[in-house]
């Protein structure tokens, strides 16, 4: 009398007694002879055994990220997101720049949920109102592709997801790679100012190092991702203090570029006694002298080498071994940047995401679902 049990690794015998059974349950094959009650007893501990297997495969498909996750519950939705955003970006080369930035704001705080989307209601004042997050960009472009995609699945594609997917065919739209996104987002109920503790453009990199340990990323990913800063614009109040009264002293930042530090003095005059006003502030380019402001190259990490960085923080890196190195490797391999950028990338994309039945597949992508709402 005999026990075999089919699993993937293929047959094993489990065991001899004296009663014959013959039954098959879900992959399972019973031969051989018990006592009733033992063979009662061994298939239901088998049964339960594969239930919680069951279960615990269940939990960990729920619980991941998964590319092509809509392939069957809304197969248009990638496409969808690619063909919006190059007719827009056709518009507007400077979008990816825009939602690059979005994605990452909301990355940051309370994970890749779409918080960063959702409008001030109420009582309750959300994450865009905070400081930082006064000059995010690109949220149009969100709520036009959730309002196409709600017209053939309704209910189906999260805004953490489109804000993830668009991102990334934003990149490969700038010249990064078109890397294979992992979705099955849902988006958050929740988001509130007193959540944005962001880091700030004068950061030390130390300071940096720390943020984004919070956030289970590295040294190497910080600086990856900071590559970002080749595209986009930048208020002049973020930086301006480098040129003019630098840490209190009255004089520019010791580390720019003298002739670069003019140019930026002619497009950002010093600030007067009115305080820095972000609607009204003047733009530069994020990487000012590289010439190709909408194209996501290693152009950031050469303005870094050659004290040309906007932002303290960016020039900073330019100033520790490890970071120096970094963008050294990048301006000479930068095919080695698209490749690392991108997979900084997909794991910023996983930050604190919420999956299964966490969270909902918000309608609009300002508000939460009716019913949900918490205030
Ligand atoms: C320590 C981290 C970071 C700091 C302190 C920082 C700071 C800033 C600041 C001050 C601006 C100018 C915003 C404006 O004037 O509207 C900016 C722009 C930008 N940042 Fe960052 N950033 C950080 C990390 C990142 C990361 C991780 C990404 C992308 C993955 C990113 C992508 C961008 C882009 C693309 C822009 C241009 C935005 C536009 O054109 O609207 N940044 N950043």
């Known amino acids: 009398m005999y026990v075999y049990i089919y699993d993937e690794m293929g047959i094993s015998l489990v065991t001899t007694n004296s009663i014959k059974i013959n039954s098959e349950i879900e992959g399972i094959h019973l031969l051989g002879h018990f006592s009733q009650m033992e063979a009662q007893f061994l298939i239901q501990s ?6 919680v297997a069951f279960l615990l495969n269940a939990t960990t498909l729920a619980s991941q990220l998964e590319v092509h996750f809509y392939r069957n ?10 063909k919006i ?3 827009r970006v056709s518009q507007d080369p400077s979008l990816p720049a825009g939602l690059l930035r979005l994605h990452f704001h909301d990355c940051f705080v309370r994970g890749c949920d779409a918080s960063v989307l959702l409008d001030s209601k109420g009582e309750n004042v959300a994450e865009k109102e905070a400081p930082p997050n006064l000059t995010l960009r690109g949220f149009e472009v969100i709520d036009e592709i959730k309002a196409e995609l709600e017209k053939s699945c309704k209910g ?15 990149v490969a739209l700038s010249g990064g790679s078109a890397y294979a996104l992992p979705t099955g987002r849902r988006d958050g109920l929740v988001s509130k100012i007193s959540d944005v503790h962001l880091p700030a453009p004068s950061f030390s ?4 190092i720390n943020a984004f340990q919070s956030i289970n990323m590295t040294l190497q990913e910080l600086t990856t991702l900071l590559g970002a800063h080749a595209l986009g614009f930048c208020h002049c109040g973020f930086f301006v203090e480098r040129l003019y009264n630098f840490k209190g002293t009255g004089q520019p930042d010791p580390n720019i570029d003298p002739s670069f530090l003019q140019t930026l003095r002619k497009k950002c005059p010093p600030p007067g006694p009115v305080a820095f006003n972000f609607s009204t502030d003047p733009t530069v ?7 190709t402001p909408f194209r996501l190259d290693s152009s950031f990490f050469k303005g870094v080498i050659e004290e040309q960085a906007i932002l303290q ?3 900073e890196l330019g100033f520790t071994d490890l970071t120096r190195k970094i963008a050294a490797d990048y301006v000479n391999r930068p095919h080695v940047f698209r490749r690392k950028f991108a997979k900084a990338m997909i ?13 909902e597949i918000r309608e609009n992508c300002r508000r939460v679902n009716t019913g949900n709402a918490l205030n």
């Open 73 to 82: 519950s809304c197969q248009q939705a990638e496409f969808l997101v690619k």
């Open 156 to 170: 189906v594609v999260s805004c953490a997801d489109i804000l993830a997917l668009a991102t990334r065919d934003g």
């Open 347 to 359: 794991k910023l994309g996983s930050v604190g995401v919420l999956r299964g039945r966490e969270g």
């Open 285 to 291: 380019f994020m990487t000012p002298s590289s010439g």
């Open 85 to 87: 955003m190059k007719e």
């Open 313 to 315: 923080l960016d020039q």
């Open 46 to 51: 088998l049964l339960a055994l594969l239930g």
């Open 205 to 208: 990199v130390s300071d940096a």
